[in-house]
């Protein structure tokens, strides 16, 4: 017999229907906030929506028998959860997937959980029952977090974030790649000392970018020295608090890579407060190719992703998959580095 955290038996009869009283008892908590967790029709805590979603899947409730116990259907809608609606990465993202929706008759839930895990758990039980399926950009990618929801039959897949999870699909750019051109053009720009401004260790992407520039750095013959790598968020702020962190150190740094383009155009900012001439002095190289790069001063050199691409892989791999005619997989996509003033020494 199967016991619940709370060690309350599951149903006697695994053949038999699984209703939401069985997920609530095995889960340890009450019908309604079970129903709430499952609905988000009312707040509840990430644990308790982790520990009800794990509940369900484990017991094999369906979200459809979810959906017929609140008398709905299918939605023609899908869900886009995105971590900063701000961000022109992120806005650009949200773009491209309403004309592909609007293209496909479907409606669009746009989702902003504002780098929150908290909120980002509760818009993912909410549109278990409000959706036909999800595009994830997440705020703390975890296996723990996606895999009940698939369990449940929710059509879901990954984007931007590297998390590979069976049954969900997964869309993303070659990272590590993008990591080795920069560090291979800092280097051939001139640069000899160099920093990292890296993302939170909650995200994967950061991980893969600074292993491709420790990677691309060593094949030029040159190394990152651990203190010269500092993580802050994927911001603007979070670049002026990197390039400060960075230039605090008593060692010289004339190459800087930063893990998005927002943290670059921070680092560009606050490197000119502190007279600091870019690219005179200093060399700096973004990530994501974001339309704000080319319109700085100096424009920004970056590892260009294809956004739009990644938008379009994402719907499609998606539809598909709700079509039922389609399997989840896993896409990387190509990235490159284009050149411009903040890199490029006289």
């Not at 020295?225 to 994927?234: G, I, Q, R």
């Not at 490159?336 to 490029?344: A, I, P």
Request: aromatic share 4%.
């Amino acid at each position: 017999m199967v016991k619940s955290p709370a060690g309350v038996p599951a149903p006697d009869d695994p053949s038999g229907p699984v209703r939401l009283a069985d997920v609530a008892r095995h889960a340890g908590v009450s019908v309604s906030t079970a129903s709430n967790a499952l609905t988000g029709n009312r707040a509840v805590s990430a644990p308790l929506i982790e520990r009800v979603l794990a509940s369900a899947a484990e017991l094999g409730y369906r979200r459809n028998e979810l959906a017929h116990s609140l008398r709905t259907g299918r939605r023609h809608a899908i869900g886009l959860v995105i971590p900063d609606v701000t961000n022109p990465f992120f806005a650009e993202i949200v773009s491209v997937v309403e004309e592909c929706a609007h293209e496909a008759g479907l409606s669009l839930t746009l989702c902003n959980t504002g780098f929150d895990p908290e909120r980002e758990a509760a818009y993912l039980a909410r549109l278990v029952t409000s959706a036909d399926g999800v595009l994830l950009f997440s705020t703390a990618p975890s296996e723990r977090t996606v895999r009940p929801l698939v369990e449940m039959g929710l059509p879901l897949v990954m984007c931007d974030e590297p998390l590979v999870v069976a049954g969900a699909g997964t869309v993303h750019s070659d990272n590590a790649a993008g990591g080795r051109l920069a560090a291979h053009h800092l280097v051939d720009a001139g640069a000899t000392s160099f920093g990292l401004i890296s993302g939170p260790a909650t995200l994967p992407s950061a991980g893969e970018r600074r292993r491709g520039f420790e990677q691309g750095l060593a094949e030029r013959g040159h190394r990152l020295d651990p203190d010269a790598c500092v993580a802050v968020s994927y911001s603007l702020d979070g670049g002026r608090e990197g390039i400060r962190r960075l230039l605090a150190r008593d060692c010289p740094l004339d190459g800087v890579l930063a893990s998005t383009d927002m943290q670059a155009i921070g680092a560009l900012f606050e490197a000119a407060d502190r007279g600091r001439k870019v690219p005179d002095d200093l060399l700096i190289c973004g990530f994501d190719g974001i339309g704000w790069s080319d319109r700085t001063r100096p424009t920004l050199s970056t590892v260009q992703q294809d956004i739009a691409g990644m938008a379009r892989t994402g719907f499609e791999m998606l539809a598909s998959m709700v079509a039922g005619d389609g399997q989840p997989g896993v896409r990387t996509l190509p990235v490159s580095l284009v050149v411009r003033e903040s890199t490029s020494r006289a």
